[in-house]
């Protein structure tokens, strides 16, 4: 089905509804109390939308088998699927630590820069790079530091902070190596296998997580209402609609045009976001951030090496 949609609408697609995922976590963040319970519900509640949302995408109508795609099974996309579960869980848990311990811009810069890692990652695929594309990953750096907001948050820094959050930007950058990995195997017609096992991995460890956290909590049980629920649910659909649309990208477009897009895009659509529907103020530094991300996708994307060239 992928196939059918023009790439360029595609990362738009997928642009949008992460944008659209962040919303709705905004929504449940502003109306559940902060916490490792209802955090592990929210994961929860998010891979089941996800794998309800995977299962409808799998549908064939043509077919004789009605979920077509998952009977396109292997153990090595199975496998794949569930290693890219773990590092997915290991970046939202180590970020959410990090965010609990330290202060919350600076983990968002060590985090974001996580793109650097996936976008180099492309050599390793026989993908080339050139100048251009270096400066715009440069300038997206900046871009990085400018966007978040240094107001935001008065934690202090400390090693066991900066060594966490270390991890959150490692795992968060093998997210999409695995991703590219998988487009790169014999395998990756099989991408839903691959994000059911995923997600289904997911799924099952953050309800354990909730479980043995509302256990724990005694009667101070996180007893969500509908409202939460249903913000919960509508950012786990929205969620898979990148991720499915991320995994077929990651194998047709260079690495180092897709990944640098693809985060900072979604930073400046999040920014954007926060000011229109939630009126947040933006800072100077912000707009200046939001720029220089616009600048850096005309490099990084190749589209001033083609008018230079």
Known sequence: MLLLIPVGILLVVSLVFNVATGVAQKLYNKTAPAGRESNWFYNTCMGVACLVFLLIFSIDPTASEPLGAITDFSFASAGLGILFGVLVLAQSYTFMWALEIGPFSYTTVIVSLATLIAAV???????????FQYFGMGVMVLCIVFSTDKNNGSRKSSLKWL???????????FVGIMQKIHQNTEYKAQSTAFLVSAFAFMTVVSALLWLYERKKSGESKFNPN???????????????????????????????????????????????AATLLFKE?????????????????????????????
């Not at 990652?121 to 100048?131: A, K, N, P, R, W």
């Not at 103020?281 to 060239?309: C, D, M, N, P």
């Open 163 to 173: 060594v966490i959050a270390l991890v959150s930007c490692l795992t968060n950058g």
């Open 226 to 272: 509908a409202k939460q629920i249903a913000f919960a649910l509508i950012s786990g659909a929205t969620f898979a609609v990148p991720h499915t649309a991320n995994l077929y990208l990651a194998g047709a477009m260079p690495s180092a045009v897709f990944f640098p897009i693809i985060n900072t895009g979604g930073l400046i659509l999040t920014l954007l």
């Open 281 to 309: 103020k933006l800072t100077r530094l912000q707009w200046i951030g939001i720029v220089l991300g616009l600048i850096s996708s005309l490099f990084v994307s190749g589209t001033v090496s083609a008018w230079i060239g």
């Open 121 to 131: 990652s492309g050599l390793f695929f026989g993908e080339s790079i050139d100048l």
